[in-house]
Nanobody
Framework: QVQLVESGGGSVQSGGSLRLSCAAS????????LAWFRQAPGKEREGVAV???????DYADSVKGRFTISQDNAKNTLFLQMNSLKPEDTAMYYC?????????????????????????WGQGTQVTVSS
């Protein structure tokens, strides 16, 4: 059974850090593009970071220099290291995957609007940043 399960969310103060994890099962992450998205109440889901099967990464402008996406293919796990968190980072964070999706294709839409390119989604983990 194909599944993505996020963990690591929580509540932190502004300037703090969190590390999100996404455990994948039922498929090999090594041949998939993987991504993190977020959705705040009343807002559309937006892309945060993407990593393709070649290891290329890209980020939404709002998180560049603060967030780092990475993966451990041996453990079939995706990570998002979030530093210097701001209240506007508060949202439900989702991981997503799609088979053989290249960064070139992602960049046509841009990371921020790339949600339609991903077919597999987790249930989300809440991140709350207080000022």
């Amino acid at each position: 059974q194909v599944q993505l399960v996020e963990s690591g969310g929580g509540s932190v103060q502004s300037g703090g850090s969190l590390r999100l994890s996404c455990a994948a099962s039922g498929f090999s992450t090594s041949v998939y593009a993987l991504a993190w998205f977020r959705q705040a109440p009343g807002k559309e889901r937006e892309g945060v970071a993407v990593i393709d099967s070649d290891g290329s990464t890209d980020y939404a402008d709002s998180v560049k220099g603060r967030f780092t996406i990475s993966q451990d293919n041996a453990k079939n796990t995706l990570f998002l290291q979030m530093n210097s968190l701001k209240p506007e980072d508060t949202a439900m964070y989702y991981c997503a995957a799609n088979y053989h999706l290249s960064m070139t294709t992602v960049r046509v839409l841009g990371v921020l609007r790339s949600a339609p390119l991903f077919a597999m989604w987790g249930q989300g983990t809440q991140v709350t940043v207080s000022s």
